[in-house]
C-alpha cells in the first residue's frame, strides 16, 4: 500500500474550495456584505450574560512546550462560557488577530444571525474590529464554541460553554470540564500549512514530516485502517491535550474520595476520535451533546470531533489517569485526577479500562423528555458525502462546499436527512441551529457516520435561516464537506 506520503508528494495541485467560511483566502466568489446583525432586546426578566472574548496570537505553555499560536485571550481552551437555559448571551468578539474571524455556537440553537458564518449569516469580522453576538441559549448543556473560519478551529481558538439546567437535581458534589484536543500549531508547523500540504503542498512544505500515516483510498481501493472507525485522521499530532495540557505535565483535577463528579468532555480537536476512560473507574454516561440519555455505565467512551458527552463517577482514593487516546493515531492525552496523597502513574502506564470494549454514542438511547415528538418526516433529504486523500477534496452531493447546491428546507416540516458516508472515513457531521434524532430516538448535534454506513436523522425545521452541516473534521469541511440548509420564516 503506498504511504500517504507518497501520495502527497506526486500529487497534483487541487483547485482551492472555500468551505468554512465563505469568505477564507482561497479565492471564493465576492458575497455582498450582510451588516451589522440586528440587536435583540432582552425578553423582560431575561437575564443576560455579557462578556467580551479577544482573539489573539499568543505564545502558550502546553506543559514544557512552548507554542506561538492564536487564542481567546492568553489560554487554551479559553475562558468558561457558563449561562442559564433561557438566559440571553451578549457576547463581544475583539479580532487581534492578523486575519478575518468569526465565532460559531457550536450546538446551540440559537437565532441565525449570531451562528457565526462569515458571508453567510455575518460578514466577516476584520482584523482590529469587534462584533457583538446576540442570543439566546434556549437548551441546557454542554457546548463549546470556536471560529468558522478556515482551519483556525485547529489552533488554540476554543473554549467551553455550558448552558445550565435551572430545574437539574445536580446529584454531584462537583463538576469538571474536560477539554481535548489535538495539536500541531506552533510546533514548526501551522494548520494552515497542513491544509496546503493536504491539498498538494509540494515536498518542500513538509518540513513538520508527520504526514506518514495510511491512504483512504478512494472508491475500490482495500479498505485500510481498522475498525470500527476505518482510516484514522489525516494528520499525525505531536501532542494531545487535556485542557490544554500535554501527559507529562498535566491539568490535575482535585476532589475528595467517594466524591461524585460530573465530567463534562468536549472534544476540541480537528482531525481527531478519541477513547476516554479513566484509571480504576467506571463511568456513567448521563448526556450527549446537552441531552440527556438513559445512563449507562462504561469502561470507556469514544468521543468525535465536536462531540460533547457528560458522564457522572464516584472516586476512588488516590491519583487517577484520565486518559485520551487518539483513535488509530500514536501517543495520548491525560489529566491527573487526585483525591489523595500518591505516585502518579507513568505516563505511558496502559489501562485496563481502554482494552475492553469501548461505548459509541449512537448505542446510547434518549431519556423520554429528550425525545422528539413522534411523528414521521414530511421532508426527505440527501447527504451524500464523498472524498479521498489524492487529490485532497470532499464533497456532499456530489460537489464541495461552494459548488454543491444548498438543501431547501420547508418551515414546520418533520424533515429527515439520510446522510450516506460512502467513503473508508469516519465523518462526524454536524448540523448547525438544529439538533436532530437518531433512528432510536437520541438528539444530538453532531454524530460519528463510520465508512460506508448510512445514518437517518430526523429533526424539526422550526429555526429558519441559512445554516450549515458539515463534516467537524475541520479539514474535510475546509476541502469542501460542507452544505448549506436554507428555509425562510
Ligand atoms: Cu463546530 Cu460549523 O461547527
Ligand atoms: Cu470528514
Redesign the pocket.
Known sequence: MASRRSLLLGGLATVGTMA?SACSKSPSPASSPIGPAPTLNPAPGQNVVTKSLVAKPTTLDLGGVMVDTWAYGDAAPGPLLRATAGDMLRITLDNQLPEDTTI?W??IRLRNVADG?PGQTQDPVRPGAAYTYEFTAPDPGTY?F?P?VGVQ?DRGLYAPLIIDDPSEPGRYDAEWVVVLDDWIDGTGTTPDEVFTDLTGGQGAGMHHGNMGGMDHGSGGMAMSGKLPFGDAGDVVYPHYLINGRTPADPDVLRAKPGQRVRIRMINAGADTIFAVALGGHRMTVTATDGWAVEPVTTDALYIGM?ERYDVEVTLGDGVFPLVAAPFGKAGRARALIRTGPGQAPAVDASLAELDGRVLFGTELRPTESSRLDPKDPDDHQMLHLAGQMQPYVWTINGKPFGKNSPLSLTRGTRTRLQMMNMTMMTHPM?L?GHTFALPNGLRED?VLIPPMRTIDVDFDADNPGDW?A?C?NIYH?EAGM?IALNYAT
Open positions: 468554512l460559531h457550536h450546538g458564518v463549546f470556536h468558522h478551529l465536536g454536524h448547525h453532531t450549515m458539515h467537524h469541511a460542507m
